[in-house]
């Protein structure tokens, strides 16, 4: 990934668990979308909360797209058993470290 460039990042909020009938949920990175060329971040992130399917419900009967700012939006999707969500938030990709930490101190912008 090139450094300093803008992507959506999607995260559903997926069962990872749990204890008997009830699932423990947690935020998981479902993709990473790049900004493509001549297309401005705010518009690429409406554009995926808009069209984005994710892995449930399997059936989708109606869709509540929330803007939380011009870069972060909140999805419910409803299906005819279950409502599951998911966020699409703008994110800027400043480093790929192969596994080391950064050794200076914080970031200039």
Same mark, same amino acid.
């Given at each position: *990934?090139?450094?300093? /460039? =803008?992507?959506?990042?999607?995260?559903?909020?997926? #069962?990872?668990?749990?204890?008997?009938?009830?699932?423990?949920?947690? =935020?998981?990175? *479902?993709? !990473? !979308?790049?900004?493509?060329?001549?297309?401005? !971040?705010?518009?690429?992130?409406?554009?995926?909360?808009?069209?984005?399917? #994710?892995?449930?419900?399997?059936?989708?009967?109606?869709?509540?797209?929330?803007?939380?700012?011009?870069?972060?939006?909140?999805?419910?999707?409803?299906?005819?058993?279950?409502?599951?969500?998911?966020?699409?938030?703008? /994110?800027?990709? !400043?480093?790929?470290?192969?596994?080391?930490?950064?050794?200076?101190? #914080? /970031?200039?912008?």
């Amino acid at each position: *990934m090139a450094d300093n /460039a =803008w992507f959506a990042l999607v995260e559903e909020n997926s #069962p990872v668990g749990g204890v008997g009938l009830r699932d423990t949920y947690a =935020w998981q990175l *479902m993709e !990473i !979308i790049p900004v493509p060329a001549g297309v401005e !971040i705010e518009e690429l992130v409406h554009d995926v909360a808009l069209r984005f399917s #994710p892995v449930r419900p399997a059936f989708p009967t109606r869709r509540s797209v929330f803007r939380v700012n011009a870069e972060t939006y909140v999805v419910r999707v409803e299906g005819a058993t279950s409502a599951h969500h998911f966020r699409v938030t703008a /994110a800027e990709h !400043i480093a790929d470290l192969n596994g080391q930490a950064a050794q200076s101190g #914080p /970031a200039s912008t």
